[in-house]
């Protein structure tokens, strides 16, 4: 049985512009990839630090493509039952009962129907008879069993369930993949991949998506959030500030009526940058705003 597979996107430019129409700016190396994944019908594996946009972009394609959003949050321990299916055993206990006269062989093949499967995410991206955008959100929380579950998905579109055998997807879904890199994942999940790393923008971009998020927040003051938010990132700190964080922080001025960055401002209200003790201090002890403000 054939998957079918309609691309959404023509062109990079198109990946690019149909991207940035739902709030997502993405760069020149995010936008071919997402196309290429796209186009070949190739999952995507985004890897890099904690906030800067990987989770976001399957959620942009999502909103592009019109595709229902599919969602798997791991973390550790997560297993078959919570990714791809288990069995109602209260229903199946209900329909035991009900039948308890009848043959265990005829009951056994009546408990093991659809009707009392729970499609998990994994399942229910597959079941879908509409397209679909599967999220296998910060991968490298499982366990590496986890993995395991995950490569007969990217390579055949397909999951199996003993019981009732191979289930194969009726429209090819469009899978993202996001890692914070916090351990390895195996050769085999990344050869059925196409490899995306997303890093934190550079200045111009990060200042348009500030824009984008806080179209408040004046251009002089906009420049200056990033310029001191880049400064803290080349700080020794225990978590660098995120896209998310410079974004927190430029709607954080706006709520304040700020219409410059000052000293004593910056210092109050570094914690919504920076969400460590260590770090607020570090910044606060070595920080040269000056220095940073000037670029």
């Known amino acids: 049985m054939s998957v079918e597979h309609e691309p959404t996107f023509t062109s990079v430019e198109q990946a690019q512009s149909a991207l940035a129409e739902v709030g997502y700016l993405a760069s020149s190396a995010i936008a071919t990839t997402a196309f290429l994944a796209d186009t070949l019908g190739k999952p995507l594996l985004v890897e890099g630090p904690a906030g800067v946009g990987k989770t976001e972009l399957a959620k942009a394609i999502s909103r592009a493509s019109g595709a229902e959003l599919v969602r798997l949050q791991c973390y550790e321990g997560v297993d078959e039952a919570r990714a791809l299916y288990e069995w109602n055993h209260a229903k199946q206990l209900l329909r035991i009962t009900a039948e308890r006269d009848a043959a265990w062989d005829e009951v056994r093949s009546d408990i ?3 009707e009392f499967l729970l499609a ?20 490298d929380k499982a366990d590496e069993e986890m993995e395991g ?6 390579s055949d579109f397909q999951v199996t369930v003993p019981e009732l055998g191979t289930i194969t997807a009726r429209t090819q879904p469009f899978v993202v993949l996001t ?9 085999a999940l990344r050869r059925r991949c196409l490899f995306l790393h997303v890093d934190y923008p550079d200045a111009d971009l990060e200042e348009r998506i500030v824009q984008l998020q806080a179209p408040e927040l004046s251009d002089a003051l906009s420049t200056s959030v990033v310029r001191v938010v880049r400064a ?20 954080t001025l706006v709520a304040l009526g700020a219409d410059e960055l000052e000293p004593e401002l910056v210092r109050s209200s570094l914690g919504v940058i920076l969400k460590h003790q260590d770090d607020i201090t570090t910044a606060a002890n070595t920080l040269d705003l000056d ?5």
Do not use: H, M
């Open 112 to 114: 093991f129907a659809e």
């Open 232 to 251: 803290l990132r080349d700080l020794n700190l225990r978590k660098a500030p995120s896209i998310a964080e410079t974004v927190d922080w430029a709607r």
């Open 120 to 139: 998990r995410p994994l399942l229910k991206a597959v079941r879908s008879e509409k397209p679909v955008v599967l999220l296998v959100d910060e991968l």
């Open 179 to 187: 890692s914070n890199a916090t351990r390895e994942l195996s050769e």
């Open 291 to 295: 220095r940073a403000l000037a670029g």
């Open 149 to 154: 579950l995950l490569l007969e998905i990217l």
